[in-house]
């Protein structure tokens, strides 16, 4: 299935996207109209309008610029629970989570899918933890939605022999160094996890995998290594996550790597790249942007495509209600945070049987101002070089943050925008090295 959006130039006015590849296209006008059985249907005031023909799907209407009509790419956690508990886990999941009801992940996948969802990331918890996980993710298929499942790799075999048989997903595996340093941060699974790589690409030879490592101060120097077994493993690429604050022990954070450490470990992975053919992804590019592999979906030409471009579906348990956030960093994912602070990150909630308030939720920009309103960036980032050759996507408004000095017995939606504009890019080794670009 083909699936054509028509939206404001911010996001590519004209762009294609293929559910058997999981791939977004920019087309130019000629070629997207090449496509259409005849001309552009007339808008009719719909916010989202649709037109479907054999293998074909288009969706159109208003064009906002704040963001895309609707998500491209929804991180859906459809459970809390988890067998493992990493120290760098943001989302805080436990053995003990719960789980999305199913009925009411299926009314969901009826609602995304015909409002022009493109990928949908089954994530948790670990979501194949989920006692209905194949089932979703092949409703989301034959709903004609892309699925990528982002997982820690401990699959019990009856799942990863369903996920063998599986065709037409991408698999993203965490995996956070060598061994030993793995092992460190994960308990004893690594062998584990290499194990059921192999036993999935053997059975899938087209499966795509992709590999995720949070970067630390103690795996920054194991480039080489986890190039190495992306060869092995046939692995398409391997994204390097620098270490958020926003973690479940904050013991940890004092493994963050400096700007200056971040930057090398790049260089380093360019030339891994070169001598070994492995794609790598991360979240700053600037000077590197040739040498990075672009995101599938997201376009990231302003700012972070949180709120902008995608989004977070998260579940309550307590609420009985489905979350919705920009960012699965920010306080919005940790259901014990202080209500003051994680609200002016939560764009929302709706029960259950409500998935057609999510649009609602999505359309209004003063409940994403944070991720929206550009004018939030730090000065350092506006004047920036790279911010507007569109090779940075300028400062991040959740990991900047000091969230202990925040008085919440004052406004803290305005604490926040002042602490967002004032603050640069906490990795953004441009700025420490003092290198000018271009």
């Not at 006692?131 to 699925?147: C, D, S, T």
């Amino acid at each position: 299935m083909l699936k054509l959006f028509h939206e404001h130039p911010e996001f590519n006015e004209f762009s294609l996207f293929d559910t058997t590849t999981g791939r977004m296209s920019l087309l130019a006008a000629e070629d997207f109209n090449a496509l259409l059985p005849g001309s552009l249907p007339e808008e009719n005031g719909e916010y989202i309008q649709h037109a479907k023909w054999p293998g074909m799907e288009l969706f159109f209407g208003a064009k906002p610029s704040t963001h895309t009509r609707f998500p491209r790419r929804i991180y859906f956690q459809i459970t809390r629970s988890c067998n493992l508990e990493c120290p760098a886990c943001f989302i805080k999941a436990h053995r003990a989570g719960t789980h999305v009801p199913v009925n009411a992940v299926m009314q969901m996948i009826s609602f995304l899918s015909r409002h022009g969802l493109a990928e949908v990331r089954l994530t948790g918890g670990e979501p194949t933890l989920h006692p209905n996980f194949i089932e979703i993710l092949h409703a989301f298929q034959a709903a004609g939605v892309y699925v990528s499942v982002g997982t820690n790799g401990v699959i019990n075999q009856r799942t990863l022999e369903a996920l063998a048989e599986a065709r037409g997903y991408w698999l993203i595996c965490s995996l956070d160094g060598n061994k030993t340093t793995h092992n460190s941060y994960r308990g004893d699974t690594y062998d584990t996890i290499l194990g059921n790589l192999r036993f999935l690409r053997e059975r899938n030879p087209l499966l795509r995998i992709r590999l995720t490592t949070v970067l630390t101060r103690q795996n920054m120097d194991q480039m080489w290594h986890l190039g190495q077994v992306c060869r092995e493993i046939g692995a398409e690429s391997i994204t390097i996550i620098p270490l958020r604050p926003q973690v479940r022990d904050p013991a940890i954070k004092s493994s963050m790597v400096t700007a200056r450490e971040f930057r090398k470990v790049i260089e380093t992975m360019v030339e891994v790249r070169a001598a070994m053919g492995v794609r790598f992804t991360t979240t700053i590019e600037t000077d590197y942007k040739e040498q990075i592999e672009r995101d599938p979906v997201f376009t990231k030409r302003s700012s972070c495509a949180a709120g902008r471009e995608g989004t977070n579906l998260d579940y309550d348990e307590a609420t009985k209600t489905f979350q919705v956030y920009g960012c699965s960093y920010s306080p919005a994912s940790d259901l014990a945070a202080s209500p003051e602070i994680r609200k002016p990150f939560l764009a929302g909630t709706f029960g259950l049987d409500e998935p057609e308030k999510f649009l609602t939720i999505w359309r209004d920009d003063l409940r994403w101002t944070l991720f929206r309103d550009l004018s939030l960036k730090s000065a350092a980032c506006r004047e920036c070089v790279y911010l507007h050759h569109n090779l940075c996507t300028g400062s991040c408004p959740i990991q900047n943050v000091d969230y202990d000095s925040l008085q919440l017995n004052k406004d803290v939606f305005e604490q926040l925008k002042k602490q967002v504009a004032a603050t640069a890019e906490w990795y953004c080794y441009h700025q420490v090295t003092d290198e000018k670009g271009f």
